[in-house]
């Protein structure tokens, strides 16, 4: 087993361990409102919702709503959804296209660059009409790589300087290129702060996710801190857990990967640890051929899943074909409760690269669809809202892997507020649980 641990920042990585508190406490979560919610970037939402003028989505977080647009002159900007008049919410549909937005209650109507435009009885205002300075209130914006953020602070952090090193590391993924398949939200019984600590570590993986043995390699990865709280990790694929028993032949999974680039899987009979080089090999050989353009990525890149967190709420799970954007979100009023969202994005195959009618086809993503070319009716799915029963009940899917997650986490939530429960004990695996809550503690000391 090799834990390699790359710190990126100058704080050393330490375990600390920290008090239940911050799960469970009302108190808390106010601070985390002024400390964390209001200080930092937080992602959005998707640039393709709003790529033209007029096009608006909003970002639901918790007691907030932001309205963004893509303005008359090109640019996407974010407002707090609010009328200026008597505070009504403005926009009410999660998504669409408009010319203005109208507010319900007295009609007061704003254009796409948030101006106030009309305001009825005008005359009626006998100390002065409202004007210029009654436009909705902006927040800060930035679209990085196909993603929309915004900060509510009046004075943040430079978008840039936030992300450090994360921008070179990952933008050669070109999630920006990548299209939305699959949009779904769950209501969790849990503190957002459990799902982010699920997805930063992998010690739980043989435990509650014993398939994971034949698509990944969870003990040869390599965890990466960060400035500002962000962390990542890299995980070996197209290959087997080599802790465990290895299979004489390649896995369904492993099949799966060969087939799809060309290779016949019987030729790794008694050879399955050779197969995540193969699949580099094969990818780089026939990529172009085959649609995909994998120059800026490296060989290991080309097998292995990636999953980068982006402080505090965004996690990253991507290989070069795909990636899911897991994003919890905090209730308005309860710690023991959040909304996670989990958008799954594919890189389509170009048809312009690609020589032959075939596409390439994911050899990565451990336990998700392959991408091919970009179905000709693609339509933009509807967000697809549930209570987390519907996962356990069967009836809704996040993938396998998800749905073990977010089955147990309510377990967590329930376990942390019971008075036989004070602090967590991390070992050295969930070092990035660790070093997300050290950068908590730096916001809310
Ligand atoms: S609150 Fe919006 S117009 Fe009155
Ligand atoms: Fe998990």
């Known amino acids: 087993m090799t834990i390699n641990i790359v710190n990126h920042t100058e704080d050393?990585?330490?375990?600390?361990?920290?008090?239940?508190?911050?799960?469970?406490?009302?108190?808390?979560?106010?601070?985390?409102?002024?400390?964390?919610?209001?200080?930092?970037?937080?992602?959005?939402?998707?640039?393709?919702?709003?790529?033209?003028?007029?096009?608006?989505?909003?970002?639901?977080?918790?007691?907030?709503?932001?309205?963004?647009?893509?303005?008359?002159?090109?640019?996407?900007?974010?407002?707090?959804?609010?009328?200026?008049?008597?505070?009504?919410?403005?926009?009410?549909?999660?998504?669409?296209?408009?010319?203005?937005?109208?507010?319900?209650?007295?009609?007061?109507?704003?254009?796409?660059?948030?101006?106030?435009?009309i305001v009825p009885y005008k005359e009626r205002f006998t100390d002065g009409a409202p004007g210029k300075e009654r436009g909705l209130k902006k927040v800060h914006t930035e679209c990085w790589n196909g993603f929309v953020f915004v900060c509510l602070a009046d004075q943040p952090m430079p978008f840039k300087e936030f992300l450090g090193p994360l921008d070179d590391i990952l933008s050669p993924y070109r999630f920006d290129k990548m299209t939305l398949v699959q949009d779904q939200t769950v209501d969790l019984d849990c503190n957002w702060k459990a799902v982010i600590d699920n997805f930063s570590e992998l010690y739980h993986v043989d435990f509650l996710h014993p398939q994971h043995k034949s698509m990944v390699d969870c003990c040869n990865d390599t965890v990466r801190l960060f400035e500002f709280g962000h962390t990542g990790v890299e995980v070996p694929g197209a290959t087997v857990n080599p802790r465990f028993p290895v299979p004489e032949m390649p896995t369904a999974i492993q099949t799966v990967q060969l087939q799809s680039i060309g290779l016949d899987p019987a030729d790794f009979k008694g050879r399955v640890m050779d197969v995540r080089n193969a699949v580099q090999k094969q990818k780089r050989q026939v990529g172009l051929e085959r649609g995909m353009d994998y120059s800026g990525l490296s060989d290991d890149q080309l097998s292995d899943v990636w999953q980068y967190n982006i402080f505090p709420n965004v996690v990253l799970s991507f290989t070069p074909e795909h990636c899911w954007v897991l994003r919890p979100r905090p209730h308005p009023t309860d710690p023991s409760r959040c909304e996670f969202d989990k958008i799954s994005l594919v890189f389509f195959a170009d048809p312009a690269l690609a020589k032959s009618g075939e596409a390439i086809m994911s050899a990565g993503r451990h336990d998700q669809g392959q991408s091919a070319f970009a179905p000709e009716d693609y339509n933009r799915p509807e967000r697809d809202v549930f209570h987390y029963d519907a996962v356990i009940s069967g009836e809704k899917s996040m993938t396998d892997t998800i749905d073990q997650d977010v089955e147990l986490l309510g377990g967590v939530q329930r376990g942390m507020s019971s008075s036989g429960f004070d602090t967590v004990f991390l070992n050295e695996d969930e070092m990035r649980v660790q070093h997300f809550h050290n950068r908590m503690n730096r916001l809310i000391p």
């Open 12 to 117: 050393p990585a330490r375990i600390e361990n920290f008090s239940k508190e911050r799960f469970v406490s009302k108190q808390y979560m106010e601070q985390e409102w002024d400390s964390v919610w209001k200080t930092q970037w937080l992602l959005a939402g998707l640039q393709s919702d709003v790529e033209n003028p007029g096009d608006y989505f909003i970002f639901d977080l918790g007691r907030e709503q932001i309205l963004v647009t893509q303005t008359s002159e090109k640019k996407v900007q974010g407002f707090y959804n609010v009328c200026q008049h008597r505070g009504n919410r403005l926009v009410t549909e999660e998504r669409g296209h408009a010319v203005n937005f109208r507010c319900a209650y007295h009609a007061w109507t704003y254009d796409i660059d948030g101006n106030l435009s």
